[in-house]
């Protein structure tokens, strides 16, 4: 897409040369779009070049980008004629009215003064006031971020022993944000200043974030929390010779310059310099604005000045509830880690468990490690199996028993040992042992819950807290559903009873006292239950990723963590294979509206997800919430005149899919037929015998089956009213060659699914998920 630039600014001709898009005024007339409205306060003295050069870097862009021109009042430019600043140029009162979707401040020869004796430091100040009304993303370069770090934040400027000149050697130290987006882990920049701002005193600001940085130059990009104010050390807009023009200038000033830095070929200054930042120049403003203005801008301009435009912070209440799941508690070390995080917040009074995860780094990594629950079903598995061989083996069925547990007895062992507790694990497994072989009514469920009871036993005695039994608080009913009504009463009655207190998660009990489970990963489930019970101001469940990956980390290498969700979302990715929370974890915690917050054991300074009613007034620079998905569906699709002018027949379908226990994902009707997506493993064996069932049921013209089916989910607040969010998926999929073989916008219309060809999933989902974070 062009930039739009007024006429004949001597920028237009340098750039079309260049085979840069450049659209003028009178071309703009035509276009029924909008555009993005770009304010640059040029401060250089060589107003022209600089011009030219951001000109050139916003115009390498996707976007449509309407440019004005803004010099202040109160200093006149001796470097640029008096005709060109009146025939290009605003001052701050002819735009003080306007809003702007970003705005660029440029840098200044002035570093050597103090900002208070600076000329127009007055006017400056007021237009960076300005700026936090009326203008949604600010750029700051070199002593424009000098200077706008000092207004905004205090942040002081200190004089170098030497002027910074050259091309330096730069790397990230937040490579997960998206200025940078598609960087190399090294990247050169110039540079030209003879003061600097340290990291010190930057890093004492909450509100501020260090994304890079030089070894030789120091700090190069700062930004905001609410990504509103970007600060750039460096000069990745110069020209190739801009370094050289100014070294020149210097020597012709008698001011004995050193050669710049990294520059010229062996640093001979009569040879050509070298250009190694174009690159870097390219991509850093095509990031900024699609990320931090194209995407997060309020389509009414006009509104920039009510945004609320804070970050998803983490949630500070006087209660919390915490849930830690199986990979942060997978070892002794783990549960020092964990203890230490609960210790360190007085706010976090009743901490949830899951058994522990897979046990040691290189234990998980090399796939040797097991998780706690699943020695304990293996060992169950075992048994059942050789008993249902006859009852003559059941001595062999106790001995496969015994070594499964044997197993899990020793991961406690182990743990107990790393955190000198006295908890008798010998003890607590002999129990476990003669509850299992005396009363195989119970014996299934109650040994899948002993991971989460032993080890809120360890966790609670490591803390001192009080240790509450899950019976005492989970109630399901006989049918093993959970009672609501009885589990809430019972959550509210025993807690109100404990200051502080752990409980197990995954399991309860029934009006027989015989134990139930939720369905695996159901500690998330109990943790929402009791965030809800205590009215805890939010509910923060740990686990070892930086919080909700817009993609799944298998597919998609180091995906990026969304920062907000809503309920909604989070069920629709939930149900379609996201795995870092449980789909009914949601409810119990949406029905009173506590937050939910999804944290990192790895790194708890970092906020991770957060997950709300209404996202609305949280800022977003992505259009999509996530992408999640799975291979192994097929399609059902049933044929039958006129089929969808008689609701019963589609019920008798679903109801005869029920009785052979396969489940409908989700279904799509035509005039004339039913496409029902299942999955693929609960109709082998059984697909003959189905379509004969179908056919009768519907009087049916046909019943076909089409398997090899991926089906992949898009989600995101926005698809309601953002068509395009669609399109642009379904072209990433044409674009890679893939064929769409069904479409479905959820019923909710904050999602759509997409079905795909098996063997083309994982391309599939890289496709979209490029789609939407790259340009």
Same mark, same amino acid.
């Given at each position: 897409?062009?930039?739009?630039?007024?006429?004949? %600014?001597?920028?237009? #001709?340098?750039?079309?040369?260049?085979?840069?898009?450049?659209?003028?005024?009178? !071309?703009?007339?035509?276009?029924?779009?909008?555009?993005?409205?770009?304010?640059?306060?040029?401060?250089?003295?060589?107003?022209?070049?600089?011009?030219?050069?951001?000109?050139?870097?916003?115009?390498?862009?996707?976007?449509?980008?309407?440019?004005? %021109?803004?010099?202040?009042?109160?200093?006149?430019?001796?470097?640029?004629? #008096?005709?060109?600043?009146?025939?290009?140029?605003?001052?701050?009162?002819?735009?003080?009215?306007?809003?702007?979707?970003?705005?660029?401040?440029?840098?200044?020869?002035?570093?050597?003064?103090?900002?208070?004796?600076?000329?127009?430091? @007055?006017?400056? $100040?007021?237009?960076?006031?300005?700026?936090?009304?009326?203008?949604?993303?600010?750029?700051?370069? $070199?002593?424009?971020?000098?200077?706008?770090?000092?207004?905004?934040?205090?942040?002081?400027?200190?004089?170098?022993?030497?002027? %910074?000149?050259?091309?330096?050697?730069?790397?990230?130290?937040?490579?997960?944000?998206?200025?940078?987006?598609?960087?190399?882990?090294?990247?050169?920049?110039?540079?030209?200043?003879?003061?600097? $701002?340290?990291?010190?005193?930057?890093?004492?600001?909450?509100?501020?974030?260090?994304?890079?940085?030089?070894?030789?130059?120091?700090?190069?990009?700062?930004?905001? #929390?609410?990504?509103?104010?970007?600060?750039?050390?460096?000069?990745?807009?110069?020209?190739?010779?801009?370094?050289?023009?100014?070294?020149?200038?210097?020597?012709?000033?008698?001011?004995?310059?050193?050669?710049?830095?990294?520059?010229?070929?062996?640093?001979? @200054?009569?040879?050509?310099?070298?250009?190694?930042? /174009?690159? $870097?120049?390219?991509?850093?403003?095509?990031?900024?604005?699609?990320?931090?203005?194209?995407?997060?801008?309020?389509?009414?301009?006009?509104?920039?000045?009510?945004?609320?435009?804070?970050?998803?912070?983490?949630?500070?209440?006087?209660?919390?509830?915490?849930?830690?799941?199986?990979?942060?508690?997978?070892?002794?070390?783990?549960?020092?880690?964990?203890?230490?995080?609960?210790?360190?917040?007085?706010?976090?009074?009743?901490?949830?468990?899951?058994?522990?995860?897979?046990?040691?780094?290189?234990?998980?990594?090399?796939?040797?490690?097991?998780?706690?629950?699943?020695?304990?079903?293996?060992?169950?598995?075992?048994?059942?199996?050789?008993? @249902?061989?006859?009852?003559?083996? /059941? #001595?062999?069925?106790?001995?496969?028993?015994?070594?499964?547990?044997?197993?899990?007895?020793?991961?406690?062992?182990?743990?107990?040992?790393?955190?000198?507790?006295?908890?008798?694990?010998?003890?607590?497994? @002999?129990?476990? /042992?003669?509850?299992?072989?005396?009363?195989?009514?119970?014996?299934?469920?109650?040994?899948?819950?002993?991971?989460?009871?032993?080890?809120?036993?360890?966790?609670?005695?490591?803390?001192?807290?009080?240790?509450?039994?899950?019976?005492?608080?989970?109630?399901?009913?006989?049918?093993?559903?959970?009672?609501?009504?009885?589990?809430?009463?019972?959550?509210?009655?025993?807690?109100?009873?404990?200051?502080?207190?752990?409980?197990?998660?995954?399991?309860?009990?029934?009006?027989?006292?015989?134990?139930?489970?939720?369905? !695996?990963?159901?500690?998330?489930?109990?943790?929402?239950?009791?965030?809800?019970?205590?009215?805890?101001?939010?509910?923060?469940?740990?686990?070892?990723?930086?919080?909700?990956?817009?993609?799944?980390?298998?597919?998609?290498?180091?995906?990026?963590?969304?920062?907000?969700?809503?309920?909604?979302?989070?069920?629709?990715?939930?149900?379609?294979?996201?795995?870092?929370?449980?789909?009914?974890?949601?409810?119990?915690?949406?029905?009173?509206?506590?937050?939910?917050?999804?944290?990192?054991?790895?790194?708890?300074?970092?906020?991770?997800?957060?997950?709300?009613?209404?996202?609305?007034?949280?800022?977003?620079?992505?259009?999509?919430?996530?992408?999640?998905?799975?291979?192994?569906?097929?399609?059902?699709?049933?044929?039958?005149?006129?089929?969808?002018?008689?609701?019963?027949?589609?019920?008798?379908?679903?109801?005869?899919?029920?009785?052979?226990?396969? !489940?409908?994902?989700?279904?799509?009707?035509?005039?004339?037929?039913?496409?029902?997506?299942? /999955?693929?493993?609960?109709?082998?064996?059984?697909?003959?015998?189905?379509?004969?069932?179908?056919?009768?049921?519907?009087?049916?013209?046909?019943?076909?089956?089409?398997?090899?089916?991926?089906?992949?989910?898009?989600?995101?607040?926005?698809?309601?009213?953002?068509?395009?969010?669609?399109?642009?998926?379904?072209?990433?999929?044409?674009?890679?060659?893939?064929?769409?073989?069904?479409?479905?916008?959820?019923?909710?219309?904050?999602?759509?699914?997409?079905?795909?060809?098996?063997?083309?999933?994982?391309?599939?989902?890289?496709?979209?998920?490029?789609?939407?974070?790259?340009?």
């Amino acid at each position: 897409m062009p930039i739009k630039v007024p006429n004949d %600014l001597p920028a237009v #001709e340098t750039l079309t040369n260049e085979n840069v898009f450049v659209m003028t005024d009178t !071309r703009a007339m035509t276009q029924d779009i909008r555009p993005l409205q770009i304010l640059i306060l040029n401060l250089m003295p060589t107003k022209i070049d600089t011009e030219t050069q951001l000109t050139r870097l916003l115009g390498n862009t996707p976007l449509q980008v309407e440019l004005d %021109l803004l010099q202040t009042s109160t200093h006149k430019t001796k470097n640029t004629s #008096e005709e060109h600043m009146l025939a290009f140029y605003k001052t701050f009162d002819e735009v003080r009215d306007n809003f702007y979707d970003g705005m660029i401040i440029t840098g200044a020869p002035v570093e050597q003064l103090e900002f208070t004796e600076v000329e127009y430091w @007055d006017e400056l $100040c007021d237009i960076m006031e300005w700026s936090k009304t009326h203008v949604h993303s600010t750029f700051h370069i $070199c002593w424009g971020a000098q200077a706008g770090l000092y207004y905004h934040y205090g942040i002081p400027k200190y004089r170098l022993p030497e002027k %910074l000149s050259g091309v330096y050697l730069h790397h990230l130290d937040y490579s997960k944000g998206m200025l940078f987006r598609g960087f190399d882990d090294e990247f050169y920049v110039p540079h030209s200043r003879n003061t600097t $701002c340290r990291r010190e005193d930057i890093e004492k600001v909450k509100e501020l974030k260090i994304i890079a940085s030089s070894d030789e130059a120091g700090v190069f990009a700062v930004k905001s #929390e609410n990504d509103r104010q970007i600060f750039i050390m460096g000069h990745s807009e110069y020209d190739g010779d801009t370094l050289l023009k100014e070294y020149l200038r210097d020597k012709k000033a008698g001011l004995d310059p050193k050669v710049p830095v990294n520059y010229f070929p062996d640093d001979d @200054d009569t040879k050509k310099p070298v250009v190694k930042w /174009r690159s $870097c120049a390219n991509l850093i403003y095509s990031n900024w604005l699609n990320y931090f203005v194209y995407q997060s801008t309020p389509y009414d301009i006009s509104r920039i000045n009510e945004e609320d435009l804070s970050p998803a912070e983490q949630v500070t209440a006087e209660l919390k509830v915490a849930k830690f799941g199986g990979s942060s508690l997978a070892d002794a070390s783990c549960v020092k880690k964990a203890a230490e995080i609960i210790k360190g917040d007085e706010a976090m009074r009743y901490i949830v468990v899951s058994a522990p995860g897979m046990e040691g780094k290189l234990e998980r990594q090399s796939g040797k490690s097991e998780k706690v629950t699943d020695l304990l079903n293996a060992a169950s598995e075992a048994y059942y199996e050789l008993l @249902d061989d006859g009852e003559e083996m /059941r #001595e062999d069925a106790v001995k496969a028993f015994d070594k499964g547990l044997e197993k899990a007895k020793k991961r406690f062992e182990r743990m107990a040992a790393g955190l000198d507790l006295e908890l008798d694990v010998d003890d607590e497994f @002999d129990r476990i /042992r003669h509850t299992f072989l005396s009363d195989e009514g119970i014996a299934t469920e109650y040994l899948a819950s002993r991971g989460e009871y032993l080890t809120a036993r360890l966790l609670a005695e490591y803390l001192g807290y009080d240790y509450v039994g899950a019976s005492h608080v989970i109630k399901f009913n006989e049918d093993g559903t959970l009672n609501e009504e009885a589990t809430y009463e019972a959550a509210k009655s025993e807690l109100k009873k404990h200051e502080h207190a752990v409980i197990p998660g995954y399991y309860g009990v029934d009006p027989s006292g015989k134990i139930r489970t939720f369905p !695996r990963g159901g500690s998330d489930i109990t943790g929402s239950i009791v965030a809800a019970a205590v009215g805890a101001g939010v509910y923060e469940n740990w686990t070892d990723v930086p919080g909700f990956m817009m993609a799944d980390p298998k597919v998609v290498k180091d995906p990026l963590v969304v920062p907000v969700l809503t309920y909604e979302e989070v069920r629709e990715l939930a149900l379609m294979g996201a795995a870092v929370m449980h789909e009914d974890a949601v409810r119990p915690a949406s029905s009173v509206g506590i937050p939910i917050n999804i944290r990192s054991t790895a790194d708890p300074k970092e906020n991770g997800t957060l997950i709300v009613n209404n996202a609305s007034h949280y800022e977003s620079i992505l259009d999509i919430s996530g992408i999640a998905g799975k291979p192994g569906y097929s399609g059902i699709v049933v044929r039958r005149e006129k089929m969808n002018e008689k609701p019963s027949i589609r019920a008798k379908l679903l109801k005869t899919l029920e009785n052979a226990g396969v !489940r409908v994902m989700n279904s799509l009707a035509g005039i004339d037929s039913i496409t029902m997506i299942v /999955r693929t493993d609960q109709i082998r064996g059984k697909i003959r015998k189905l379509q004969n069932e179908l056919r009768e049921a519907a009087g049916a013209q046909s019943v076909k089956v089409e398997k090899d089916l991926a089906i992949i989910a898009i989600v995101g607040r926005r698809m309601n009213n953002t068509p395009a969010i669609g399109v642009r998926a379904l072209e990433a999929l044409a674009d890679s060659g893939i064929n769409v073989r069904l479409i479905d916008q959820g019923p909710e219309r904050i999602s759509m699914l997409v079905g795909i060809d098996e063997s083309a999933y994982v391309a599939g989902v890289r496709a979209i998920y490029s789609a939407f974070t790259t340009k």
